[in-house]
C-alpha cells in the first residue's frame, strides 16, 4: 500500500484575493481625495508665495537702488494677473518698461486652473517708490490679489493684501474669485 502525501497548495485562494481587491478599494476611494486635495493646495500655496516673493523682491531693490521699482501684469485684461507679470526698475515712474529700464525678473503664467485678480488699484502695475512704499496704477491705496483655483472656493483660495507701506501679508481665503 503506497503511503499518500499530501501537500499543501501554495498561493491565495479567489475568495482570499477578492477581500484584498475590495479593501485596496476602499482605502483608495478614502485616500486620493485626500491626497487630490492636499495637492491643490500645496500648488496654492506654491502660486501666493511666487507673488510674495515678486513683491519682496521688488521692495527690496526700490530700497537698495533708490529708484522705483515696478511689477507689471502680463496680459491684456486689466486686473487679471494670471498671465503673469515682470519686475523691473523704472526709472521715469510711467509704469511701462521703457528706455534705460533694466528687467529684473519675468514670472511666468499661472497653470491653467488658477486665477489672480486684484482690484482697481493694482489694475495693471504695482510699484515699491524707493522709501519701500507701494503705490499702483490707481495711484497710493492698499489692495487685495485674489488667487482662486478652478474650483472657485473662497475658503481655500489666497488673497495677498498689500497696504501702503507696502508689506505683502497672505491670508487664508478670499470674499470672492471669479
Known amino acids: 500500500m503506497e503511503r499518500q502525501i499530501h501537500k499543501k497548495e501554495q498561493g491565495f485562494s479567489l475568495i482570499e484575493l477578492m477581500t484584498v ?5 476602499i482605502l483608495l476611494s478614502i485616500g486620493v481625495p485626500s491626497y487630490q486635495e492636499f495637492v491643490r493646495k500645496n500648488n496654492t500655496i ?3 508665495n511666487s507673488l510674495v516673493g515678486a513683491l519682496n523682491l521688488a521692495r527690496s531693490e526700490a530700497i537698495k537702488r533708490g529708484v522705483q521699482v515696478t511689477i507689471k501684469r502680463k496680459g491684456s485684461s486689466s486686473q487679471v494677473w494670471s498671465s503673469g507679470w515682470d519686475v523691473f526698475t523704472d526709472l521715469d515712474a510711467s509704469g511701462t518698461m521703457n528706455g534705460g529700464d533694466s528687467l529684473l525678473r519675468t514670472y511666468d503664467a499661472l497653470p491653467n ?3 489672480l485678480q486684484t ?6 502695475w504695482v510699484a515699491y517708490l524707493p522709501s519701500g512704499l ?3 496704477s490707481g495711484g497710493l491705496s492698499n489692495d487685495t490679489f485674489r488667487l482662486c483655483d478652478d474650483s472657485a472656493n473662497t475658503t481655500t483660495s489666497r488673497s495677498v493684501r498689500l497696504s501702503v507701506s507696502g508689506r505683502p501679508r497672505t491670508l487664508k481665503g478670499t470674499v470672492s474669485c471669479p
Open 113 to 115: 486652473n488658477y486665477t
Open 46 to 48: 506654491t502660486n501666493a
Open 119 to 124: 482690484g482697481g488699484t493694482f489694475a495693471d
Open 134 to 136: 507701494s503705490k499702483g
Open 21 to 25: 481587491i475590495v479593501i485596496a478599494g
